[in-house]
């Protein structure tokens, strides 16, 4: 099977899982695990920001930061179709209890002017805003980057407003690798970061939050009342740091495959549009009287999975799993749906 569905369902490879085995490990509760240590170090400096907290899913990791940023009666400003809102569960109302003021992006992607105008005045009757947070690469936005102007102009306005700035870098090395970034400018812009290593850097688990050194020991307190305290967990720290090294360059192969399943759906007689792919991520929109149950169906018996997102829409997505021989099977599958 070729599982396009998502970058998460990638198995660890031969020399990921022996960098595992090889872990050196203690009880990270105990700030014991000195590989856990290194994971979060590494990741910090990266981004060039003072401290990490290393944990079970990238949904923690922005829950996290979100309850450490706000308070009860508080407000977070983000884009109507992030991951934060759609599809952590809630989490901000459940474990926060703090408002959205949602905006409607450019695929995802929201300005400083859409901001500025979501931020509420002093009143009695409004919740105060405590959090902006943005999303990059954006999940539904099909992959889409920021580009830096855009980041600068949010960031100098959440800073004349002291509103602390939260990324959901779920796919933050696919937009660094896509645009050429620096990944240490964005600590000078971001108060935290969240970063998955299980999506395009195929780990089998994890996402580290990195922020100043304050503010990452109150959240490890969130991590714990979550029951997120962990214990040996070097051996999936490991991973993470195995993936730094090897997966992030890499990820402009993905890149380059998404693009040609793109060009492909493009001429697509069956396709009504297709986003721009700019990185791994390739959303389509299926023209009428070809269902995405029916399109589905026939890339798996081609031995291919992808999702449904939502009516007429699907979603490809290239990772680790999938190399260039599995893309031409993709592509002979497509010049053969019926519409
Ligand atoms: C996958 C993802 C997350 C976190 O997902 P987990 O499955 O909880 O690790 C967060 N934000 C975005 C944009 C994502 O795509």
Same mark, same amino acid.
């Given at each position: 099977?070729i599982?396009? =569905? $998502?970058?998460?369902?990638?198995r660890?490879t031969?020399a990921?899982?022996?960098?595992?085995?090889?872990?050196?490990?203690?009880?990270?509760v105990?700030?014991?695990?000195?590989?856990?240590?290194?994971?979060?170090?590494?990741?910090?400096?990266r981004?060039?920001?003072?401290?990490?907290?290393f944990?079970?899913s990238?949904?923690m990791?922005?829950?996290?930061?979100i309850?450490g940023?706000?308070?009860?009666? $508080?407000?977070?400003i983000?884009?109507?179709t992030?991951?934060?809102?759609?599809?952590?569960?809630?989490?901000?109302?459940f474990?926060?209890?703090?408002?959205?003021?949602?905006?409607?992006?450019?695929?995802?992607?929201?300005?400083?002017?859409?901001?500025?105008?979501?931020?509420?005045?002093?009143?009695?009757?409004y919740p105060t805003?405590?959090?902006?947070?943005?999303?990059?690469?954006?999940?539904?936005?099909?992959?889409?980057?920021?580009?830096?102007?855009?980041l600068?102009?949010?960031?100098?306005?959440a800073?004349?407003?002291?509103?602390?700035?939260?990324?959901?870098?779920a796919?933050?090395?696919?937009?660094?690798?896509?645009?050429?970034?620096?990944?240490?400018?964005?600590?000078?812009l971001?108060d935290?970061?969240?970063i998955c290593? $299980?999506?395009g850097?195929?780990?089998?688990?994890? $996402?580290?939050?990195?922020g100043?050194?304050?503010?990452?020991?109150?959240?490890?307190?969130?991590r714990?009342?979550?029951?997120?305290g962990?214990?040996?967990?070097g051996?999936l720290?490991?991973?993470?740091?195995?993936?730094?090294?090897?997966?992030?360059?890499?990820?402009?192969?993905?890149?380059r495959?998404? =693009?040609?399943l793109?060009?492909?759906?493009?001429?697509?007689?069956y396709?009504?549009?297709?986003?721009?792919?700019?990185?791994?991520?390739?959303i389509?929109?299926l023209?009428?009287g070809?269902t995405e149950?029916r399109?589905?169906?026939?890339?798996?018996?081609?031995g291919?999975?992808?999702?449904a997102?939502?009516?007429?829409?699907? =979603?490809?997505?290239t990772?680790?799993?999938?190399?260039?021989?599995g893309?031409?099977?993709?592509l002979?599958a497509?010049q053969?749906?019926?519409?």
């Amino acid at each position: 099977m070729i599982d396009l =569905r $998502s970058d998460t369902l990638t198995r660890p490879t031969a020399a990921m899982l022996d960098a595992m085995f090889r872990a050196s490990v203690g009880d990270d509760v105990y700030e014991e695990d000195p590989t856990v240590r290194d994971l979060e170090q590494e990741c910090a400096s990266r981004f060039g920001l003072e401290a990490g907290l290393f944990c079970p899913s990238g949904t923690m990791t922005n829950q996290i930061a979100i309850k450490g940023h706000t308070e009860p009666l $508080s407000e977070v400003i983000c884009e109507q179709t992030s991951h934060i809102y759609l599809w952590e569960v809630g989490g901000i109302a459940f474990h926060s209890g703090a408002s959205v003021a949602l905006l409607p992006g450019d695929r995802g992607r929201v300005t400083a002017a859409q901001v500025a105008a979501a931020i509420r005045s002093e009143n009695v009757h409004y919740p105060t805003t405590r959090l902006i947070s943005l999303e990059n690469t954006h999940n539904r936005g099909g992959g889409s980057c920021y580009d830096w102007n855009t980041l600068t102009e949010i960031a100098e306005l959440a800073k004349r407003q002291r509103i602390p700035l939260h990324l959901d870098g779920a796919r933050i090395f696919n937009a660094l690798v896509a645009t050429g970034q620096d990944s240490r400018e964005y600590g000078r812009l971001f108060d935290t970061v969240s970063i998955c290593l $299980s999506k395009g850097l195929g780990t089998p688990v994890g $996402s580290v939050l990195v922020g100043s050194q304050d503010f990452i020991r109150k959240c490890k307190r969130i991590r714990k009342v979550m029951g997120g305290g962990w214990r040996q967990a070097g051996y999936l720290a490991a991973a993470g740091l195995y993936a730094l090294e090897n997966h992030v360059e890499r990820l402009a192969d993905d890149h380059r495959r998404a =693009r040609r399943l793109a060009e492909a759906l493009e001429t697509a007689p069956y396709v009504n549009f297709v986003l721009p792919a700019e990185t791994n991520l390739v959303i389509f929109r299926l023209r009428d009287g070809l269902t995405e149950d029916r399109f589905l169906a026939h890339m798996n018996e081609h031995g291919i999975k992808a999702s449904a997102f939502g009516p007429q829409m699907v =979603r490809f997505v290239t990772h680790l799993d999938v190399d260039d021989a599995g893309i031409e099977r993709v592509l002979a599958a497509l010049q053969t749906v019926q519409q």
